[in-house]
């Protein structure tokens, strides 16, 4: 189909639509539906391809920090347990000890009465 075949067809749709835009008449009755559904689908889309993944972006930075901070404070508290535990198995030898000696010191207390 030439060029000028293809702009006299445009030209008498656009009569045609003229005319009956002039009469009241609509030229495409599915028309208003058509265009809601577009707008929908462009809505679907631009959710789809633009917003949600701008969301999860920020959504996963958000959870970043929180991890970052939730891990330094998990490593503070586990740091603090373990120097409280080898404070307490220092108090524990220190115990362990003292009551080896009573220990010992009953031992030869009793050996010495029984000889």
């Known amino acids: 189909m030439s060029t000028s075949a293809?702009?006299?067809a445009g030209a008498a749709v656009l009569g045609v639509w003229l005319a009956?835009?002039?009469a009241g008449e609509q030229f495409w009755p599915g028309a208003s539906e058509a265009s809601s559904v577009?707008?929908?689908a462009w809505?679907?889309?631009h959710n789809?391809?633009?917003v949600v993944p701008r969301l999860l972006r920020e959504q996963r930075v958000e959870l970043s920090e929180a991890r970052t901070q939730f891990r330094?404070?998990?490593?503070r508290q586990r740091t603090t347990f373990a120097e409280t535990l080898a404070e307490e198995r220092q108090q524990h030898l220190?115990?362990?000890g003292m009551w080896q000696e009573q220990l010992t010191a009953c031992y030869e207390s009793w050996r010495s009465l029984s000889s």
Do not use: G, N, P
């Not at 330094?72 to 490593?75: K, P």
């Open 20 to 22: 009956q835009a002039s």
């Open 43 to 45: 809505y679907a889309w």
């Open 6 to 8: 293809l702009v006299s």
């Open 38 to 40: 577009a707008i929908l």
């Open 94 to 96: 220190v115990e362990l």
């Open 48 to 50: 789809a391809t633009r």
């Open 72 to 75: 330094e404070e998990l490593a």
